[in-house]
């Protein structure tokens, strides 16, 4: 009876696994001659395919390793499905193990996933923790010490050979498509939008770069200086309009505001231009009131003057 059970366990794993084993070798003894492409296990319950020396629970080893499938998993009449563990390089010096999955389903349109991953949890508490339900983590290996990628690219996601959505060592992102988001998102950095990473200034606290235009419905801007109602209070010393003129002559451009030139070279700072406009019109107001005055004057001299002439 233990032969029995033995011999069907050997099958059911030669035919599981696809080998044509030359030689399978237990604990307790070897079964058949030695090959190349046998199953080994050793007395603590490793199981080596193709390797005498396996160096996990199960090692498997591939003779050809040029582009071929090291696992193979189908699961009932679906032949043209699978799942593969395969190396995706044809040099047969390297390994590059890349997980496969194709699917061929479709009915009327409903089509499913080639390759899915899930992580599930039992704890039904579902607490906030910084440890993330499903991690990808990238790291340096060397001389037994890990240490942080720095340079090259972490995460990317590839359309046959086209990228369309990168993520750095350093934490950017890019994407050679449109990102929709439903919900809110908060950016520690800067905003790019248009422009190249290069070409973002390094030194400059701006938060938002545009290279192009802005349409919105509503702009709300928040200044941190005083809004200008100081020019109405009673202390504020109102530029005379005739040192204004002479400023203009020497200037061409009003008092406090940027000539044409600063303009060109920093641009338009939307919330100070904005407080330097108040300004320049609550200060017009003045001047209109002052005027007003005046004229009032004027006409009542030019009354009294009449008055004295009779008319």
């Not at 395969?86 to 194709?102: A, E, I, K, S, V």
Request: hydrophobic fraction near 40%; aromatic fraction near 8%.
């Amino acid at each position: 009876m233990k032969i029995l059970k033995l011999t069907t366990a050997i099958v059911f794993v030669l035919s599981f696994f696809n080998v044509n084993a030359q030689s399978l070798f237990t604990p307790s003894g070897t079964v058949g001659n030695s090959g190349t492409t046998s199953i080994y296990t050793t007395p603590s319950t490793s199981l080596g395919i193709g390797t005498t020396t396996p160096a996990a629970t199960l090692h498997l080893v591939s003779a050809n390793a040029n582009a071929t499938p090291i696992l193979q998993a189908t699961a009932g009449t679906a032949n043209n499905d699978f799942f593969k563990i395969w190396n995706g390089t044809t040099n047969t010096t390297t390994f590059y193990p890349c997980l496969w999955g194709q699917n061929g389903f479709n009915n009327s349109g409903y089509v499913l996933p080639a390759l899915g991953l899930i992580g599930s949890t039992t704890n039904l508490a579902d607490v906030i923790s910084p440890n993330a339900l499903i991690t990808l983590t990238g790291r340096q290996y060397n001389s037994g010490v890990y240490s942080p990628i720095l340079n090259r690219k972490l995460f990317q996601i590839t359309n046959l050979s086209t990228p369309v959505f990168t993520i750095e060592a350093n934490g950017n992102i890019s994407s050679s498509g449109s990102i929709n988001a439903s919900g809110n998102s908060f950016l520690n950095g800067k905003l790019a939008i248009g422009i190249t990473n290069t070409a973002l200034p390094t030194t400059s606290t701006h938060k938002l770069y545009v290279g192009g235009s802005i349409i919105c419905e509503e702009l709300v801007v928040k200044l941190q200086a005083n809004w200008p109602d100081y020019v109405f209070t009673s202390n504020y010393k109102l530029m005379p309009l005739s040192q204004v003129k002479k400023y203009i002559a020497a200037n061409n451009h009003l008092p406090d505001v940027p000539a044409a030139c600063e303009i060109e070279e920093n641009g338009v700072a939307t919330g100070e231009m904005l407080n330097i406009q108040m300004k320049k019109i609550e200060e017009l107001t003045l001047y209109l009131i002052q005027m007003e005055e005046r004229i009032k004057e004027m006409e009542l001299q030019n009354k009294a003057l009449q008055n004295a002439n009779g008319q």
